[in-house]
C-alpha cells in the first residue's frame, strides 16, 4: 500500500522568515496530494491541495510543489505568522480509492516572535 | 452550511463498555471516512462509507470495531469492549461524491476517547 514519509517532524523559524515541509510517497499512482493544519484539540483543516497533472500551486502565502519523477511533494509558507504555528500533514491518495487519504507523521511547526 | 459534526467532543469509558462515536457529513456529502490518531501520531485511515454500504474497512481492527452509515442519520463508528489502547482522537471526514477524480476530504473536530 501508498506510504507516506514526512520531513521534518519539528520545525521552529522566526516570523517572516519562510518554511518548508517535505514529504515523499512510495505509489506512483497517487494523483491527489492535501495538505492539512491541525492545531491543538482540532481536527485537521485542509488548507491547499494539489493534483497528478499539475506541478505547482499557490494560494497567498502557501503553495506546493509537485515532483512525479522523484515522488515528491512539498509545502512552502511564505513571511510565517505566530498563527502559522501548528501540526502540518501531507497526505496521498490514488485514483479510484475514493477520498481514502495515507498521511505523513505531521510536522510541529513554531513560528517563534 | 455547518461543516462535518461530530459527538460526543469528549468521551470516557470504563475498559469491557462500548463506545459509540457520531458523524454527520457536510451538507450534500455522501462519502464519510473514520480516521483514528494516536497521540503524537498521524492519522491512520480506518473505514470509507458511502450510504448504506462500507466500501473499504481495510483499516479497520478484525475485532470489536464496527461503522455503519444508514440511509437517514449520521455515521456512526462502534467501538465494543473498550480497552486502555483504544484511547485515541477519532476523526470523520466527508467529501462529494464524485467517483472520476479525488476530491477534498472535510474533517471534523474529532471525538477523543478515553478508556479508563
Known amino acids: 500500500g501508498e506510504n507516506v514519509e514526512q520531513h521534518p517532524s519539528t520545525l521552529s523559524v522566526q516570523e517572516g522568515d519562510s518554511a518548508v515541509i517535505k514529504c515523499t510517497y512510495s505509489d506512483s499512482a497517487s494523483n491527489y496530494f492535501p495538505w492539512y493544519k491541525q492545531e491543538l484539540g482540532k481536527g485537521p483543516q485542509l488548507i491547499i491541495d494539489?493534483?497528478?497533472?499539475?506541478g505547482e500551486k499557490k494560494d497567498q502565502r502557501i503553495a506546493v510543489t509537485l515532483n512525479k519523477t522523484a515522488k515528491h511533494f512539498s509545502l512552502h509558507i511564505t513571511e510565517t505568522q505566530p498563527e502559522d504555528s501548528a501540526v502540518y500533514f501531507c497526505?496521498?491518495?490514488?485514483?479510484?480509492?475514493?477520498?481514502?487519504?495515507?498521511f505523513g507523521t505531521g510536522t510541529q511547526l513554531k513560528v517563534e516572535l | 452550511n455547518a461543516g462535518v459534526m461530530q459527538n460526543p467532543r469528549h468521551l470516557v469509558r470504563r475498559r469491557g463498555q462500548e463506545a459509540r462515536l457520531r458523524c454527520s457529513p457536510m451538507k450534500g456529502h455522501s462519502h464519510v471516512y473514520w480516521y483514528r490518531q494516536l497521540p503524537e501520531e498521524g492519522l491512520k485511515f480506518m473505514v470509507y462509507l458511502q450510504k448504506e454500504n462500507i466500501i473499504d474497512e481495510s483499516g479497520m481492527p478484525k475485532e470489536r470495531f464496527s461503522a455503519e452509515f444508514p440511509k437517514e442519520g449520521p455515521s456512526i463508528l462502534r467501538i465494543q469492549q473498550v480497552v486502555r489502547g483504544d484511547s485515541a482522537a477519532y476523526f470523520c471526514?466527508?467529501?462529494?461524491?464524485?467517483?472520476?477524480?479525488?476530491?477534498?476530504?472535510?474533517f471534523g473536530q474529532g471525538t477523543r476517547l478515553t478508556v479508563v
Open positions: 471526514a466527508s467529501s462529494v461524491s464524485r467517483q472520476a477524480t479525488n476530491t477534498e476530504a472535510f
Open positions: 494539489i493534483r497528478s497533472n499539475v
Open positions: 497526505a496521498a491518495s490514488i485514483p479510484g480509492g475514493g477520498n481514502k487519504l495515507t
